[in-house]
């Protein structure tokens, strides 16, 4: 079955940097895209951007476009996030999540990772 | 970027009551790219519908979408006890993608 599986939570410094890992399994990692979504504390959903596990290809929200990064690893099927320059705005439940293409709906979600920024 | 608009912010009913959650976009929608998502409190949304009425499988029928252009709307024809939760619309035909901000479901 499709798993992705993400890695724990953080606790950062405003300024500072996160990078968050989802490892997937049961599926051809190469096939589809891994898209981000964040969820402040008591706040709805936001996009973060997407991935293509096939080539690398990268779309970002405008937001994000200067601190975002996202890169896999097909060896391991792993595909990463990181955000930079972290601030308290930023403290939010972080997922991953499988999409057919740059924009398509999202059927599988990790289980999501809390990064906190707090001095 | 188009911005969808969902209402009510909170929708209060009982077990077995109908549940019609409604959701706007700030202009039409390329080919229906619209989904719906559950969200239980500390879980990870769940997809229930994507292309405006097409449900996933594994959704029970009581979960149906409709709609086209700028107007959408959830249907839960019959309330079940695990259906109480917070539903978000997703439009996935322009970029951005871009999420509503949510209906929550509580029991009346």
């Known amino acids: 079955q499709v798993q992705l599986v993400q890695s724990g939570g953080e606790v950062k410094q405003p300024g500072a940097s996160v990078k968050v890992s989802c490892k997937a399994s049961g599926y051809n990692f190469g096939s589809y895209g891994i898209h981000w979504v964040r969820q402040g504390p008591g706040q709805g959903l936001e996009y973060m951007g997407w991935?293509?596990?096939?080539?690398?290809?990268?779309s970002f929200a405008q937001k994000f476009q200067g601190s975002l990064t996202m890169t896999t690893d097909t060896s391991t099927s792993t595909a990463f996030m990181e955000l930079r320059s972290l601030t308290s705005d930023d403290t939010a439940v972080y997922y991953c999540?499988?999409?057919?293409?740059?924009?398509?709906?999202?059927?599988?979600w990790g289980q999501g990772t809390l990064i906190t920024v707090s001095s | 970027e188009i911005v969808l608009t969902q209402s009510p912010g909170t929708l209060s009913l009982s077990p077995g009551e109908r549940a019609t959650l409604s959701c706007r976009a700030s202009?039409?929608?390329?080919?229906?790219?619209l989904a719906w998502y559950q969200q239980n409190p500390g879980q990870a949304p769940r997809l229930l519908i994507y292309?405006?009425?097409r449900r996933v499988t594994g959704i029970p029928d009581r979960f149906s979408g409709s709609g086209s252009g700028t107007d959408f709307t959830l249907t839960i024809s019959s309330l079940e006890p695990e259906d109480f939760a917070v539903y978000h619309c997703q439009q996935y035909g322009s970029s951005p993608v871009t999420f509503g901000g949510g209906t929550k479901v509580e029991v009346k």
């Open positions: 991935i293509s596990a096939y080539n690398g290809h990268t």
């Open positions: 202009q039409s929608i390329t080919s229906n790219s």
């Open positions: 999540a499988r999409g057919i293409a740059w924009l398509s709906s999202l059927e599988y």
């Open positions: 292309g405006a009425s």
